[in-house]
């Protein structure tokens, strides 16, 4: 239940921002993005050590607000999928992800350097092995904070690129084997289109 109000509160609040902002000088900009990440979850500790790689993709949408002319505070709202293989057992992690990203402009060569917190809230997670699909949320975490870092370059059409990575900050699981910690870290690479005109 409380996961289901602290989505529905981000939602609002993007609707709340994006409403706001038409009685605002300041240009806001807002637009939908897609994109696919290469992840690996590596566990770490005085146990075992190891990591699980695999793809996924993600969707959603963001909102920029200028703070001067090169800097933007830019939130976004993701559908995260991370899959990965292990022993021939495939694992898929499911999350609603919020960064809140720091953008800054360099001059008018259309790229932008980032930075940023983001959380993400656990949607699901399933494991496959044999072809019989279980659901393992109970062994992950409800919440996992990472830290963003990229760059992104836009077209004056309004489609954008963008190159991120994603340094997991906290333990996703909340099985501890001798100590040891899991975190999620991805590459991801997006293409974004400029709703706003």
Do not use: W
């Amino acid at each position: 239940m409380k996961k289901i109000v602290t989505i529905l509160s981000v939602i609002t609040l993007f609707v709340t921002c994006v409403n706001a902002q038409k009685t605002d000088d300041l240009l806001l900009e807002y637009g939908a993005k897609a994109g696919v990440n290469f992840s690996t979850a590596k566990t770490s500790g005085s146990g075992s050590s190891g990591s699980i790689s695999g793809t996924g993709v993600l969707i959603g949408g963001y909102v920029a607000f200028p703070i001067t002319d090169v800097i933007k505070i830019q939130p976004e709202l993701l559908y995260d999928h991370h899959s990965g293989t292990d022993n021939g057992m495939t694992t898929n992690l499911n999350y609603l992800t919020v960064p809140v990203i720091a953008k800054y402009a360099i001059q008018s060569s259309g790229f932008s350097v980032l930075a940023g917190p983001q959380i993400g809230l656990l949607l699901s997670a399933k494991s496959k092995e044999n072809g019989e699909s279980i659901s393992t949320k109970e062994f992950y975490n409800s919440t996992n904070f990472s830290l963003v870092i990229g760059a992104e370059y836009a077209l004056p059409v309004g489609i954008n690129f963008s190159a991120r990575y994603n340094t997991g900050l906290s333990n996703i699981s909340k099985v501890s084997i001798d100590g040891n910690s899991e975190k999620l870290s991805a590459f991801a690479i997006s293409i974004g289109y400029r709703l706003s005109k």
